[in-house]
C-alpha cells in the first residue's frame, strides 16, 4: 500500500506535522500499515482545550490543579496551556507555549473547543476575545478593561475590584478557579515538573526543617524580622532538628548571616530544578507567601505558612498545614509594604510552637 497525505491521521496526540512523531521514531511505524490498518499507536484527540494562565509563577503552579480534573473528565482532551512560566508546568500537557509572538500568531490560526482564561490581565483578556473557541471561560477585554464572560467568573472578577469582597470571601483559589470553568473544587493536588536527580550532603537519619527566608524584593510587608528567624532556627536545632536554610539569589547575603548567627545550614541558592529538589529533601516548610510556599504545596510538604496581607481562605494546605498572622490587627492589606512593619507581632515561640505540632503528626 502507497502511502498518501490523505491517510495522515491528524487527529493523533502524537502526530506533529512538522517532524516525524516519537511512535515512529521509536517503532518505524505509520499512520497506516502497508494492509491499511492503523498504527496501534494512534490516540485520536476528541476536544482540544486552551488554558490561558501567564503568570505570577506561584498561580501558574497552583493552576495545575485544574489539569486532574480534565484529565479525568476528558482523557482524550489535547491541552494546550499559554504562559510566562513554562519551566514549572508539569509533563502530560500536549503543548506548552511561551508568551511570545511567534505563540501568540500560532493560536490566532488554531480553532479550540474550550478555552479558560484565568488572567485577567489586558493582554490575555484581548487574546481571549481573538482565538477561536466553540466554548470560553473566564475573563475578557470589554472597552479596553478586563471582564467576566459569564456568571461562573464573577465571584473572582468582583473579589478583584473591591478590598471589602475580597476579605469577605470564603473561597480558596482553586475553589475559584475551578468554578470559573465551570467544576467543582475535590480537592485537586498540584501537578509539579519533573525534580531531577541531584546529589545533597545533608545529616543522615535527621528530620530537616526548610526555613525559605525571604518573600521577593517588592512585597517586603511580608518580611519576617531577621533576628526572628535566627532565633527560630537556633530552637529548631536545640530540639534535635535541623534547620535548612531556603532561598534565591535575594535572600543570599541574609542566609549567610543568618547561618553564621545560628548555626542553621544553608547549601546556596540554585536554578528552579535543583531548588526543589533541595526543598524535597525538608519534611516541614516555614515560608511566607511565596514562589516556595507553592512548592511546599506541590511537594506535600508539612508548612508552617505566614500570612499578613492576604486573605488565608485563598490557600489550600491540604491538611498538611497551619497559617499563623501576626497578632496585631492591621491594614496593609494586598500592599506591598506595611507601614507597621506588622510581622514583628508574630512571635518565634507562635512559629516554633506550630512547627512542633505538625512534627509529631504523621
Known sequence: MKLTVNDLKRDCRSFRGDLPCKPHKEHGVHCVDANGKDCTHYDPVRKRILIVKLGALGDVIRTTTLLR???KDEPQAEIWWLTLSPDVLPKGIDVVLAFTPQSLATLEAVSFDALYNLDKEKEACALTSKISATVKKGFTLVDGKAAPIDRD????????????????????????????????????????????????????KKRI?????????????????????????????????????????????????????????????????????????????????TMGMHF???????????????????????????????????????????????????????????????????
Open 153 to 204: 467568573a464573577e465571584h473572582k472578577y468582583l473579589t478583584g475590584v473591591f478590598d471589602d469582597l475580597s476579605k469577605a470571601n470564603t473561597k480558596s483559589y482553586q475553589e475559584e478557579i475551578f468554578e470559573i470553568c465551570g467544576y467543582r473544587f475535590a480537592g485537586e493536588t498540584y501537578m509539579m515538573p519533573e525534580l531531577g536527580t541531584f546529589a545533597w550532603k545533608l545529616p543522615k
Open 69 to 71: 480534573k480534565i484529565k
Open 296 to 362: 511546599a504545596i506541590g511537594l506535600e510538604k508539612k508548612i508552617v505558612l505566614f500570612n499578613n496581607i492576604f486573605n488565608k481562605h485563598e490557600f489550600e494546605l491540604y491538611g498538611k498545614g497551619e497559617i499563623l498572622e501576626p497578632d496585631f490587627e492591621c491594614d496593609c492589606f494586598y500592599a506591598p509594604i506595611c507601614p507597621n512593619d506588622c510581622m514583628q507581632y508574630l512571635e518565634v515561640k507562635t512559629v516554633f510552637d506550630s512547627c512542633t505540632r505538625l512534627l509529631k503528626k504523621k
Open 209 to 289: 526543617i526548610g526555613l525559605n527566608t525571604g518573600c521577593g524584593g517588592r512585597w517586603t510587608s511580608r518580611l519576617w524580622p531577621e533576628e526572628y528567624w535566627s532565633k527560630l532556627a537556633k530552637q529548631l536545632k536545640k530540639a534535635g532538628y535541623v534547620p535548612l536554610l531556603l532561598g534565591g539569589e535575594l535572600e543570599h547575603e541574609k542566609n549567610v548571616r543568618l547561618a553564621k548567627k545560628s548555626g542553621a545550614l544553608y547549601l546556596g541558592h540554585f536554578p528552579l530544578k535543583q531548588f526543589l529538589s533541595e526543598m524535597n529533601q525538608c519534611e516541614l516548610v516555614v515560608t511566607a507567601v
